[in-house]
Each structure stands twice: as structure tokens, then as C-alpha cells.
């Protein structure tokens, strides 16, 4: 994401995992970051610049060939090597690392035997607060590629929040960083059993966001407004994020995203402010919290 695009929301980072659900459709569209309240995006994109397809083209001359035998235990780009364990890593070493942003945009499906897996499964269920909205676990989980350039800028902001708020001394993660659902619409099949293939549909909110990550112009999405100003509405209760996903090509999946939010210091709100277009002075994001007002 683009770390310039503050505004009332802590910047968007680098999305990390698809996550496709059973279910049928519901409705959506905006952007933002709250805590409580979830919104939806999209944009268009380009594919690959020339340095990046140069760098996929020199870096698969070195490709090892895949290994069979360690089925899901396989790196997830080279298939040749296990993953790195310790780190619950879905790559094998660095090389592996830089041929994955060599090949965005684009997703790659995490295994389900993987610790990732049940480490987001995990939080995408904990996380399911709305009792009258029916529970519906996560099938798929796939890992968004992204490119080195957008990460660097992602930790470059995230580096700068932290510098600000000192939040490690706290024991808490560097910038106040936190993963954060996001639902949008689909208007593709993306992230169905068998389809990795990011489509050119420039209303599809999902490949949009995965090719260009999110657009502040769309921030009143399917409401006409957004409730805590201009921002990029993201939510911790991933059953508040659901209520935004709609499938626009039938299918008996839906996909949501998960994506790393630095909300450094975060001010609450629990009342609408619809002209809000910046955090007060000394913070970083805004966490609405419209139940208790």
C-alpha cells in the first residue's frame, strides 16, 4: 500500500493472505481502517514492468527442479527445498524470497497442512463476533505476492510510526502493526479451487487491490459514505469484514483479504465523523468503535 495515503487510517501494508470461504454472496464496496468497522475497495492495475519480468527470467534460469517427495513440506516457490521451519516461513531461503516479488502480482496457495494456514484459519475464526451472521471456515488461504519496491515502502512507514510511538519498548510489534480482514468485491472466481490467474476486470475490488493495493477514491464504496471520514477501512472481527464481500460471477466461494495495518496510535472514535479526512494531530489511525457511542 501506499504509505502516503494516511489520512484517518494507519497505512495498509503489503496484503498477506487471501481467504476464500464458503457461502453465499453478500454485498460491498469502499475503503478504510477501523477496528470495528470494515469496509471494501478496488482498482485497476498493471502487470509486470520490464525489470520485474528481467529479474523472474534471470531468476528461473537457476530454478531447481521440484522435489516430490516433500509434498506440502515444499517450499512454495521452488518446490525443490522444505521450508524454512523455524521461522514458519513459506520459502525455503532468500533466493526464493526475491523470485516471489519477481513474479507479482499475483497469489500463491499456502498448503493446509502449513503452520500459516492454521495460524490465520486460527485468527479468521476467533475472530467471527457476529452471532446472527453464520460461521463459515476458511478453505483456501493463498499468499500475495507483492513487489520488493512495495514492501520497502511499507517498512520504511512502518519504521517511521515506530520511531514516533516507540511502541516495541511497550512490548508491543514495531509500529503497532496488526493484521487486519478487509472484504471487497469479486467479480472473477480468484482464489476457487484451481484459479490463481488475476483477472483484467478493472470493477474487480479483489485483483484490483492485489495488483495496486487500495484506493482512497473508493472509500464510500457500497454506502454512499464513509463513517469515519476518508480513509482505508480495514476490521479486526472478520465476520464485519464478511458483510462487505460480494461475488459478482457465481461461485460457492467467497474471498476476503487479510492484510498487515500499522496503526500506530490509534484514536477512538464512537461517534460518526463523515468529513474527517485526517487522524488528530499525534496519531496515527483512527479505531471507530460505533457500538458504544
Not at 28 to 50: K, Q, V
Request: charged share 15%; glycine share 10%; hydrophobic share 35%.
Amino acid at each position: 500500500a501506499n504509505p502516503h495515503l494516511q489520512n484517518n487510517a494507519a497505512a495498509a501494508g503489503p496484503s498477506t493472505a487471501v481467504v476464500a470461504t464458503t457461502g453465499a454472496a453478500g454485498t460491498s464496496r469502499g475503503l478504510g481502517t477501523t477496528t470495528n468497522a470494515g469496509a471494501s475497495g478496488t482498482g485497476g492495475g498493471t502487470g509486470l514492468t520490464a525489470s520485474q519480468v528481467l529479474a523472474a527470467a534471470l531468476i528461473s534460469a537457476m530454478v531447481q527442479q521440484p522435489n516430490a517427495n516433500l509434498g506440502p513440506r515444499a517450499c512454495v516457490i521452488c518446490k525443490a527445498s522444505p521450508y524454512d521451519v523455524a521461522r514458519k516461513s513459506l520459502f525455503c531461503a532468500v533466493t526464493c524470497v526475491q523470485r516471489a516479488a519477481a513474479m507479482s502480482p499475483g497469489i500463491i496457495e499456502i498448503p493446509a497442512s502449513h503452520p500459516k494456514f492454521a495460524d490465520i484459519s486460527n485468527q479468521f475464526q476467533t475472530k467471527w463476533l457476529h452471532t446472527n451472521i453464520p460461521f463459515k471456515p476458511a478453505k483456501h488461504i493463498y499468499y500475495i505476492l507483492i513487489s520488493a519496491a512495495s514492501e520497502a515502502d511499507y517498512i520504511t512507514y512502518r519504521n517511521k510510526v515506530e520511531q514516533e510511538g516507540n511502541f516495541v519498548q511497550r512490548g508491543m510489534t514495531a509500529g503497532n502493526e496488526n493484521r487486519r480482514f478487509h472484504g471487497t468485491t469479486r467479480q472473477c472466481t480468484l482464489g476457487d479451487p484451481g484459479n490463481t490467474q488475476l483477472c483484467s476486470n478493472q470493477s474487480c475490488g479483489l485483483c484490483g487491490i492485489i495488483r495496486t493495493s487500495f484506493d482512497l477514491k473508493f472509500y464510500k464504496g457500497k454506502t454512499g459514505w464513509g463513517r469515519f471520514g476518508c480513509g482505508l477501512y480495514t476490521s479486526a472481527t472478520s465476520s464485519k469484514s464478511e458483510s462487505y464481500t460480494t461475488n459478482k460471477t457465481a461461485s460457492p466461494y467467497k474471498a476476503m483479504l487479510m492484510a498487515k495495518v500499522i496503526v500506530g496510535r490509534g484514536y477512538k472514535m464512537t461517534q460518526d465523523d463523515t468529513t474527517r479526512t485526517t487522524p488528530p494531530a499525534g496519531y496515527h489511525s483512527v479505531l471507530g468503535e460505533p457500538d458504544q457511542s
